[in-house]
């Protein structure tokens, strides 16, 4: 087995007198579609924001590549590789398709004819081909939390971080959604850390997955296991009392 | 892309015609009135430059002052040429907006306005209290060399046109496209390995920068500086030129300025009315030309050719 991608090392991150991530430890295999799941509030989005390094975690160390990159700004952990996306799908609303996926080419491709490339290429494979002129806050739902993955992905991360890529979608464009992740992983060897609520989905995608429950580790492992574990079905559905 | 074509060529044409009248023109007024035009419109250009980047710099009186200050220092005091007492009131901004904006820029919106805002008051109180400054009264004394008095007005226009057109250029680059994308949302722009706070001190230091230049030529204009001159109310009329021109290009703060100088200058003598009439005039345009007369313009030419077609 190779060196995982990343290590969360007992994490935790603490907002007054709550402890939104709590011990948290888990680690990511290069190639691999890793789900993280859990019931409302149980510190999903903190631990995003945690190993994308929007927050500081409390305690606890994170490795990315071998580096140790506890601390470090969100723009200094992106440069090295760990692009996020965010929830409620982050866009530059007032500007172009083009000029959206070009600031997130701008840092990873130096000069301008390879951005313009890079930029038709993230386009096309997010179905955004003929949209480069669109300006993004015009667009459909389904392609605006498209053209938020093409932002992020046109920086061509190692490890990209999708939060709840498919909330909001219908079915049709959930399955082309998941086409599209896919071919992000096989096509372009990219690791995916995925959160959804949709649970059919993180199962169909996944290779393995981390259940979260009040901020503390509740379960670990392949979708098949996770369905039968029996503590992640009392989280999800109570325990009958 | 055609209209843009079309744009640039009036803009040059207008140019032309302001410079060639700078040089021609030997009524002293009225020299002394695109001088001053100029001066604002460098003023609006270098505030709405950081309104790129979703910011309202008040600060931008302070370093006006600044390079005011530092150039009629370095004229009055050390006796340095003119070029480079220009120069002097440039980078004492570049430094002073450095340090200001290393401390300043990890807050934003409505916090950065009344830091930059307290910033400005605090530099103009300075100014007050410190004798060397001339305190109250200000220096006076402040001439550029006589060879250049002829000269003075095309100079002050290259001057502030080349300001301008720097700025311009920054914001059609793909500097200008990320002042835009964190002004749209700075999260997403962080998460693609941009520093937010770093491109934000750059676009307060090209826009300190020039707005330091400026001040020093508005010393050697006047002839005459206090610290009244350099309150907050500098960048407020600032924000008047872009929001009554037009905020979405440069020339819409650069024709706001010609304006409203132009207006404020008329209603000059009317005493106390004078303000009473310039506020209605903003509030007027504000009402009937929200995007400001660039926005009225075009929106006026889109009606016409629609009833051509």
Redesign the interface.
Known sequence: MTAPLLVAQAISRRFGGILAVNDFSFEIQPGEVMGLIGPNGAGKSTTFNVI?G?YKPTTGKLTFLGEDITGL????I??RGL????QHG??????TVH?NI???A???VRD?SGREMRVRETAALLGLGGLLHATAGSLPHGLQRML?IA??F??RPKLLCLDEPLTGLNSTEAVAALEVIGRIRDEYETTILLVDHNMRVVMRICDRIAVLNYGQKLAEGTPEEIRNNPDVIRAYLGDGE | MRSARAGQIVVALAAAAVLAFAVLGDDEYTQHLLMWTALNAVLAVGLRFMLLVGETNIGTGAFYGMGAYMGAICTTKWGLPFPLALLAGGLLAIVVSTGFGLVTLRTKGPYFMLISFAFTEVVRLIYTRVEWLGGNSGIIGIFPPQALDPWMSVLTFLLCGGLILMMYLCEQS?LG??F??IQ??D??????????VQIKLVCLVIASFSVGIAGSLHAHIYNVISPGDFSYLVPVFALAYIKIGGDANVMGAVIGAAILTVLAQMLQGMGSLEHVLFGGAIVASMLVLPDGLLGGGRRLLRLFSRGRA
């Not at chain 1, 692009?83 to 965010?86: G, W």
């Not at chain 2, 999260?187 to 937010?196: C, L, M, S």
């Open positions: 994308s929007f700004s969100a723009a200094a992106s440069r692009v996020r996306t965010f982050s866009l530059l609303r007032e500007m000029d070009l600031i997130g701008l840092r990873a301008n938020s932002i992020a046109a920086a | 793909n496209r990320v835009r994308a749209n949302n999260a997403v722009v962080e998460t693609v390995g941009i520093d937010v």
